[in-house]
Each structure stands twice: as structure tokens, then as C-alpha cells.
């Protein structure tokens, strides 16, 4: 903490002390927050950069970071469209130039990714710091937070390769993002009172001489909801249509998927796919004939850990029961059957 | 459970298995007769009772069933109350492939079944960014900082002791009806504008807590709402809006919130998209500036055909659907329906509802259930014989501004086809000679 900072600490919390004695006006509720409390949760950064913490991080320490807490969900270089849409691509130097994105403009765009919408680089590094990574929200220092953001915006050649980012560039840095000039706020949806943009008028009457179906449901979106006739009623003036596959007799699903969702496991872990953790069959297969491997998952499950399965942190479960654990424990090393 | 047919005439789909493909072709032909009497036959089988019965009337009449002969279930074996058994249909559902992560997805309100205005909580639809939790209301703080003589913490205590006041709002996600904007893309009302609902809300005006504060009126322009789950979510409402009819809400339909809609605090912002309602709040801050978060400077931003984006945009124009019949239904009958949907501003108040059954060629002005109140759903009905030919239904909202609901080409002109946000265009809804309904575009 810097002297400057404990100063004004100093002061906010004489003048917080003061401001007490003219409480609320609703007698014996509420009360004055301290400059801790308020420095524990003020975390917004704004376009203008207040609220922005002091620090700093290269290109290079950005990229560590990344690999280890960032990559899983949104690939090596940013490009990544299996968790979640895309950060990086679809910018060029003529963008970062003009602060408008080309592809935009032309409509040639196959996909929006996030370099190319957001106007303001605070809005990153705010919701980097606020909400990554994905599975332990808040858990980047400011450092790290800077060196993230610094390998994304080289990612997007925003910044070279050995740029280190700081509280004091992160303004030059805002010159240089590609979109930075596409946004507007000219527009009447945002104010209750403003003016809308698009103008019907209610005719009654012969309002049109011919019905044009313009589109139509094609028959695997009609099916791709499953079957209609169990989403709707089984009483009244309509009854839901019959879509979808057939379906197959119900064989009784294993206790164990109703476990795994209760307790969150299928967030993170598929039974035969590769979510942000393991799959549970990739597991079991780990383990195949190791005999420590049940009390090794059950302290994993209770403990959390990271290494045996890449970086990407496990949390500790302590929630969860001994006895939903060893049933967890034993039906993934079983080779999780689903029926 | 399936009753026979007790009305002559009467067409029902017939059970899997029940009629040939030939004695299908002939209930397509409108055989009528035929139909009842091989219904006749079915049910003799199934309920292994004889035809002389049927001819004697209804079974459900004649026959005393087990629930008017036995000793029904006691007081509070439920003790929190669930629907019967038989409405396990209605619920909320995910619409597959639209997101990847389902911490980080939607679930979408079953509209096609609900009654009146209010969406029963626990059907009301569900956005995540980072997943819900079932906070312990007695660790729940609300901070306010910022532009204001003194930040202040709250309890939830302390909040529930303050003066409140019951509202009821629509909330309605602003990428409601997005999958629509290119093209037809989902089946059913609840895919295509089940990010909707409505409620009683009962928590204290924002307004009473920014003046406990000593809000700085000369300096503020803007409060940041803010979550207390991973993400965090924050979203900028500009000072009018926030000193006008905002609530920091706890209350929803005469419960404590449901925890996938914010347990124990939410933020409630009538007329704006659902994003802003913050839930689990935990902090307002008050500031001279717009704060361009996440989810209004990537997300929620509306590309226009120029290449544009707007931000901040955030009411929910004037809108309307027909939920009976919707996509996806069978009319049974020919004959009396009763037509019947939504309608709501984000404005203020639904003055009128126009309903077309020939796809906009004529409209018929539709009654308007009471209560119709300002940025809440207005239930509208129509009556309308229907005759057995292809129909097209549309519904047209007016909202108490003037303002009249566009249709797609309207929209289109101005937003381009492009955007994923504020779809309110008609939805048009195509009626087969079947009876079957589905989702299609007139233009």
C-alpha cells in the first residue's frame, strides 16, 4: 500500500467516523460501512479507468497464467468456441487504425468475437479481475489480471509481444482497441422516455393484399426440442404435437447422475467427455487396478487439488456427505454406468 | 387416465398404435362417425367394459371413481405445496445447443400453459452467468457507496424493516426471442418467448436507500447495480430510472425470492431488460458515469446494419404473443376458441391489442383482462369460431406512448438481420386444416 493510499484511508475513515453521528434517517437500521468493508467490494474499473489498482504484467507471465486457468475453457490462443464464444480474431491493423471493425462494416463477420465488439479496454480488465477464472471467480491478483489482459490484447495484436501492461499504459492501450469507435449510445432504448426507432401504425382494415410466409420451422428444429406432446396439458382446447425421436423404453437412470448433479460435479465433469475437468470414464480408466485410487478420489473430491489433470484447479467439496462421496467414488471407478 | 370422447364429433388424436394408416385417411377425410364409433370400441377394450355402457353415457359419470369412494391423503403431507401429478408437462426447459455450459445458460418459462399474468415462481425462467446459490440470507449484506455522504451497509434485517411496497412487473430477458431474428428457428411460445415472466414483487424503493445514504444530487448521474455470485454481474442504470419505481427487491408472489431468481435480494428495474435486474445484490454504487460492464459492452449490445453497435440499450418495447393455440399445439375442434395471449411495455401501460387470424389482412381489437398495469403483462383474449380452413394469428400490441408493435419487416428495416436483442416484432403463428399449429414469419 502506498504512503498516499494509507493518507487518504486515513482521512476516509475520519470522515466515515464523523459521518456516523448523522446516521440514517430510519432509526437503528443500517449502518455506516468501513473503508475496509468498502474496499473489499468497490472492485468496479470504469472507462475512465477510476478504480483501476495499481500493478503490472507482461505479455509473457500473461501467457503462464492463461495456459494454466484460461485455456482450458477458451483454447491456446483465445479462438476457442467450446465453452464459450470467442475472444480473440477477426480484428486487423486497419481496425486497430481506425477503431472500426472492417468485417462489421463489409457484413462478412462469421462469427463475433469479443476483441472485435468491446469498445473499452476497462471493461476487460474489470471483468477479468471480477469473474475469472470461470470455476474461482476473484482468485487473479491485479498483477496477474494485468498480464492476462496483456497476452489477449497480443493475441489481437493490439499490444507486441513484449508488452507489459500496467495501470499507467492501459490509456495508451485504449487508443488502440479495434472497435473503439463502433459504439453508440444515440439511440431512444435506453431512456424510458426516448424515442423509438421503429414506427407501426394499426390499420384494421385490408391492411395488406397478399400473406407472404417468409420463413417456416424446418422439420429438425420442429424435432430438436424433443417431444411437444409432454410440454404441454393434457387438458383444454389443445394438445401439444408429437415430435421428436421416438422414445426409447425408460431404463432407470443410476443413482449416481442424480448424486453428480446434486452436487454440481456435472458443471465441470462429463461422464464420457472432457468438460473443464476430466471425464469420469477417463478416470475410472486412470485408476484401472490401482488400489489406493478410492481413498485417493474420495480426499480429492473433499480436498480439491490440481496437477493430476492439467491446471485447472479442482475446488474442495466439503459439502458433500461420506456417503455420497464413497457412492461417487464408486460408481466412477466402475466406469460410470448410467443405467 | 384417457377419458373416451363425450361430445359427438369430437376429434382427438388417436392413442400410438390405435388406428390403421387407412382409418387415419379417413379421420383426415372428416369421417366423424367412423372415428367415434372405433373410439367406442377402443375405450370398451381398454377399460374392459362393454359398448352398452358407452351408449349409456359417460364412464367418468357412471363409474364412481377410486377418489369419490376411498379415504383421500391428510393436511401438510406436502407441506410446501406441488403441482398434481398430471401438469408435469409444464416446466421450465433449456432449448438444446444454445448454450454450451449450464451454469451459463437460460431456461425458458412455459407460456403455453400459464393462466393470467403472474408466473408461478417456480416456473418463472432462469439466466445464469456463473451458476445460482442458495445464499444464507443472515450473511447477506448491501453495501451503498460511492457519490453519497456516507456508505452504508445493510442487513437483510434491516432492509425487511423498512417501509416496503408489492409491484407487479414483467421481466423479460433482452435476447427474448433472439433465435427468431435471422429466421424461424424454435417450435414452441416457450422457446421463442419464454424468457418472460411476471410477478408480485414486494421489497423498499432504491430511492429510500439512496436518500438514507445522502445521496449527492449535484454530482450523480448513474447507480452500478452489482451480484454477489462469481460474476459478479454489474449493470449501470442511469439516476431517473433508479429514483423512479426501482425496488431492492425480497419478495416474489407472497414468498422470499426463489434462490435461481436471487435469493435474498434482487434488484427489480420495471421496464428494463432482465440482465439489470441484479440479483443476490450485494452493492449500489453511485457515480457521475456510465460503467460500460461486461454485459454492456460485449454482451447486450445491438449490431446495426452499419456496422454499429448500440449500448445501453435496455427497454423492453411494446410486445405481444398468442399463447393459446401457439407453435406446436393441436386444436381439438373445430368451433369456439377463445384466443388468448400477453402483452406488455416496457413504457408504461397496454392500451390496446389487435388480433388478425389471416395474417394481418384484418385486425379485431381483442378484450383486455384486468388488471392492466404499467410494465406488467396484460392478459387479452378474442373469441373466434374457427371453421376448419388454414388461418393465420397474430397478435399487435399498443402501448398507452401510442406506440403500435412492429412487424418483422419493420424491425428488420431499421436493426438490420443481424442483432440477437429487443426482438418485439408480430409473431405469426400458422394454423393447418390438421389443426396443427406452427411457428412461421409473414412478411
Known sequence: MSRFTELALAAALALSAGATLAAGKYEGIGRSATPAEVKAWDIDVRPDFTGLPPGSGSVDRGMEVWESKCASCHGTFGESNEVFTPIVGGTTKEDIEKGRVGAYIRGDAPQRTTLMKVATVSTLWDYIHRAMPWNAPKSLSADDTYAVLAYILNLGEIVPADYVLSDKNIAEVQKRMPNRNGMTTKHGLWDVKGKPDVKNVACMKNCKTQITLGSSLPDYARDAHGNLAEQNRVVGPVRGQKTGAPAAPAAKPHPALELMKKHGCSGCHGVGSKILGPAFRDVAQRYKGDKSAESGLAARIRNGGSGAWGDVPMPPQAQVSDADVDALVKWILSGSPEN | MSQPPVRPGRIRRAPEGFLTPEQIGEVAAGR????????????????????????????????????????????????????????????????????????????????????????????????????????????????????????????????????????????????????????????????????????????????????????????????????????????????????????????????????????????????????????????????????????????????????????????????????????????????????????????????????????????????????????????????????????????????????????????????????????????????????????????
Open chain 2, 32 to 443: 366423424r362417425d367412423f372415428l367415434r364409433n372405433a373410439f367406442v370400441a377402443a375405450t370398451a377394450v381398454a377399460a374392459g367394459s362393454g359398448v352398452a355402457r358407452a351408449a349409456d353415457g359417460d364412464p367418468a359419470i357412471l363409474t364412481l371413481p377410486e377418489h369419490s369412494t376411498t379415504l383421500g391423503r391428510p393436511v401438510a403431507e406436502r407441506p410446501y405445496g406441488t403441482p398434481s401429478q398430471y401438469e408435469a408437462g409444464l416446466k421450465r426447459r433449456e432449448s438444446p445447443g444454445l448454450t454450451r455450459v449450464a451454469a451459463a445458460s437460460v431456461s425458458f418459462a412455459p407460456l403455453q400453459g400459464l393462466f393470467g399474468i403472474i408466473t408461478p415462481s417456480g416456473l418463472h425462467f432462469e439466466r445464469h452467468h456463473q451458476g445460482w446459490h442458495d445464499i444464507d440470507p443472515a450473511r447477506h449484506r448491501l453495501m451503498v457507496n460511492g457519490l453519497v455522504k456516507e456508505a452504508r451497509v445493510y442487513t437483510m434485517d434491516d432492509l425487511m424493516r423498512l417501509p416496503s411496497v408489492s409491484r407487479i412487473h414483467f421481466i423479460e430477458c433482452g435476447a427474448n426471442t433472439g433465435m427468431e431474428w435471422g429466421n424461424v428457428a424454435v417450435p414452441t411460445v416457450q422457446y421463442t418467448h419464454g424468457m418472460l415472466s411476471c410477478s408480485e414483487f414486494t421489497g423498499v424503493p432504491l430511492s429510500v436507500l439512496l436518500d438514507d445514504c445522502g445521496i449527492d444530487m449535484k454530482r450523480a448521474k448513474f447507480v452500478l447495480a452489482e451480484g454477489a455470485d462469481g460474476s459478479s454481474m454489474t449493470r449501470t442504470i442511469p439516476l431517473d430510472r433508479a429514483l423512479d419505481d426501482v425496488l431492492v427487491a425480497w419478495g416474489q408472489n407472497g414468498e422470499m425470492l426463489r434462490p435461481e431468481n436471487g435469493y435474498p435480494l434482487r434488484l427489480v428495474v420495471p421496464g428494463i431488460q432482465g440482465v439489470s435486474w441484479v440479483k443476490w445484490l450485494r452493492r449500489i454504487e453511485v457515480g457521475d458515469q456510465p460503467w460500460a460492464a461486461k454485459d454492456e459492452a460485449i454482451h447486450y449490445i445491438d449490431l446495426l446494419p452499419d456496422g454499429t453497435h448500440r449500448q445501453y440499450t435496455s427497454i423492453q418495447e411494446c410486445k405481444s404473443v398468442i399463447t393459446t393455440p401457439s407453435g406446436g399445439q393441436t386444436l381439438l375442434d373445430r368451433g369456439f376458441h377463445n384466443i388468448s395471449g400477453l402483452a406488455w411495455s416496457g413504457r408504461g401501460k397496454i392500451k390496446r391489442v389487435d388480433v388478425s387470424t389471416d395474417g394481418g389482412k384484418n385486425w379485431r381489437t381483442a378484450r383486455l383482462e384486468t388488471p392492466v398495469l404499467s410494465k406488467a403483462l396484460t392478459r387479452f383474449n378474442i373469441d373466434w369460431v374457427w371453421d376448419g380452413s388454414p388461418a393465420i394469428l397474430q397478435s399487435r400490441a399498443m402501448d398507452d406512448t401510442g406506440y403500435v408493435q412492429p412487424n418483422y419487416a419493420q424491425l428488420r428495416e431499421v436493426r438490420g438481420t443481424r442483432s440477437i436483442y429487443h426482438n418485439n416484432a408480430i409473431q405469426s403463428w400458422k394454423l393447418a386444416e390438421s389443426g396443427d399449429v406452427s411457428n412461421v414469419q409473414v412478411y
